[in-house]
């Protein structure tokens, strides 16, 4: 077991999935070769199997997640839930092998009703800042709060055909921002406390809710099925936000095994390319 449970994604590389975890340590890699990633760190498989054994966080990784943000937040000069210019960072689960869609994720973690005023400014897109506040209070009361996710979703749906509109991007600001206060009464009403205002009460209880996912029933069948060792435990990283849903211009989406098979073979060459070359990537880019 090692003796730390954080390295930053400019640490570590792609053969260390046993710890880092098959997402983090292809980010440890990527960052390695010089291809541009998002500044965060990953904690380790090794915290994961202590928080679940102990059943409680060891005080040895609140301390290192400290210094870790601390360094994060130094890097890219902005603060986790500022109100003028807000560090919102993803937490995403990431075991050795892959597990599509059996364990958890938090995005724009970082958001309150204050720093959602300074994202509104900081991209002079108050829109996207209250659709991402609100995604954060969605998530958060599904994957953290074990809130039925459907209770959610039927808010969304009856606000849509409230508006007479359809799709979630043509959603006005002003109905966003109901939908938030919505479901920031749904998170009252069923747990009997209001949504976190504290950022790091939100990075943490969501850490620990992306352990949690690793010993899901719908986990547990995954691995059965699959083969996977139950004592693998999951890693966790914690990224910089980059967003899918400031405008017609910005997206997300899932890789098909082809595109990914094409991908390998486009960075094999590119590698050799840039060896051959004695060059980094962001040189080789603009060569």
Same mark, same amino acid.
Request: aromatic letters at 8%; zero cysteines; hydrophobic letters at 40%.
């Given at each position: 077991m090692s003796n730390r449970y954080i390295y930053s994604f400019n640490e570590g590389n792609k053969g260390q999935s046993d710890l880092l975890g098959g997402k983090g340590a292809n980010l440890a890699e990527m960052t390695r070769i010089g291809i541009p990633v998002p500044p965060g760190f990953t904690i380790t498989t090794d915290a994961c199997k202590q928080y679940l054994l102990l059943r409680e966080v060891p005080l040895e990784l609140e301390i290192e997640l400290t210094k870790a943000l601390r360094n994060l937040e130094d890097d890219i000069q902005k603060r986790l839930g500022d109100k003028d210019n807000p560090l919102? !960072?993803? !937490? *995403?689960?990431? #075991?050795? $092998?892959?597990?599509?869609?059996?364990?958890?994720?938090?995005?724009?973690?970082?958001?309150?009703? =204050?720093?959602?005023?300074?994202?509104? /400014? =900081?991209?002079?897109?108050?829109?996207? #800042?209250?659709?991402? $506040? *609100? *995604?954060?209070? =969605?998530?958060?009361? /599904?994957?953290?709060?074990?809130?039925?996710?459907? %209770?959610?979703?039927? @808010?969304?749906?009856?606000?849509?055909?409230?508006?007479? %509109?359809?799709?979630?991007? @043509? +959603?006005? @600001?002003? #109905?966003?921002?109901? +939908? !938030? #206060?919505?479901?920031?009464?749904i998170i009252l009403d069923l747990t009997g406390s209001e949504f976190p205002q504290t950022p790091r009460e939100q990075l943490d209880r969501s850490i620990r809710a992306v352990f949690d996912s690793w010993n899901t029933e719908r986990a547990k069948l995954y691995r059965r099925r699959e083969r996977i060792p139950d004592d693998l435990g999951t890693a966790v990283n914690i990224g910089t936000m980059v967003f899918g849903n400031m405008g017609d211009d910005s997206g997300t989406g899932v890789v098909s095994p082809e595109i990914q098979q094409l991908a390998r073979l486009v960075h094999t060459v590119t590698i050799y390319r840039m060896r051959k070359a004695k060059m980094s990537y962001r040189e080789f880019e603009t060569h």
């Open positions: 919102l !960072v993803s !937490v *995403r689960s990431g #075991a050795k $092998y892959s597990m599509p869609g059996m364990m958890e994720t938090i995005l724009n973690v970082g958001l309150n009703d =204050q720093s959602v005023l300074g994202l509104a /400014k =900081q991209t002079n897109n108050p829109r996207f #800042a209250w659709d991402a $506040y *609100r *995604r954060l209070i =969605q998530m958060y009361g /599904k994957t953290v709060l074990d809130i039925d996710g459907n %209770i959610f979703a039927a @808010e969304l749906e009856k606000l849509k055909s409230s508006l007479k %509109i359809t799709a979630d991007f @043509e +959603l006005p @600001e002003s #109905a966003l921002k109901e +939908l !938030v #206060a919505t479901y920031k009464k």
